[in-house]
T-cell receptor, first 112, second 115 residues
């Protein structure tokens, strides 16, 4: 059974600080892994996609990594801003599958 | 660009009442999904559709029915609402197996309260 586990469940940091969110996945056969950002009261929006051959990918202040050997991904946020306060959801997709596998998300709160 | 539109955005029901949530997408996507989101539980799949006229059960289908008579619309019905169905419902769509490596596009959510 495909599974995605995220940690921590919640995180509070001060504005300007960096943070790293973790995702452990068991998705087979592996196609890709996405990180979504969900602002309060809104639907999730894709931040980045990681495929098997990619180790690191950046999207502005967001940097995602993927270690296919350990089946771990991380999302690093640099110089956090108040607008980064949101839930971050890790989603794995297996090849040929109709159904993505969702993690439960990490709730990030950035305080001024 | 409308993307994925859900109606209504808010609804309060009494136990036993019925209602339908409508999801419409204008991206010509093949796949559509209905999820519910509850605190601490993440997004859980209710039903999904991989094409016009097809539907399938997800992780938590009990108490819900769906229909996809047109490619752009995916309806979620509650025949007899229960307090346990109080939740935020999200519709999502996806191009299909052949394209976009599985990015899901979500609506803004429908908040349902059952008293």
């Amino acid at each position: 059974k495909n599974q995605v586990e995220q940690s921590p469940q919640s995180l509070i940091i001060l504005e300007g600080k960096n943070c790293t969110l973790q995702c452990n996945y068991t998705v087979s056969p592996f196609s890709n892994l996405r990180w979504y950002k969900q602002d309060t009261g809104r639907g999730p929006v894709s931040l980045t996609i990681m495929t098997f051959s990619e180790n690191t990918k950046s999207n502005g202040r967001y940097t995602a990594t993927l270690d296919a050997d350990t089946k771990q991904s991380s999302l690093h946020i640099t110089a956090s801003q108040l607008s980064d306060s949101a839930s971050y959801i890790c989603v794995g997709l297996s090849g040929g599958s109709y159904i993505p596998t969702f993690g439960r998300g990490t709730s990030l709160i950035v305080h001024p | 660009n409308a993307g994925v539109t859900q109606t209504p955005k808010f609804r309060v029901l009494k136990t036993g009442q019925s209602m339908t949530l409508l999801c419409a997408q204008d991206m010509n996507h093949e796949y559509m999904y209905w999820y519910r989101q509850d605190p601490g539980m993440g997004l859980r799949l209710i039903h999904y559709s991989v094409g016009e006229g097809t539907t399938a059960k997800g992780e938590v289908p009990d108490g819900y029915n769906v229909s996809r008579l047109k490619k752009q619309n995916f309806l979620l019905g509650l025949e007899s609402a229960a307090p346990s169905q109080t939740s935020v419902y999200f519709c999502a769509s996806r191009l299909g197996l052949a394209g976009n490596i599985g990015e899901l596009f979500f609506g803004e959510g429908s908040r349902l309260t059952v008293l």
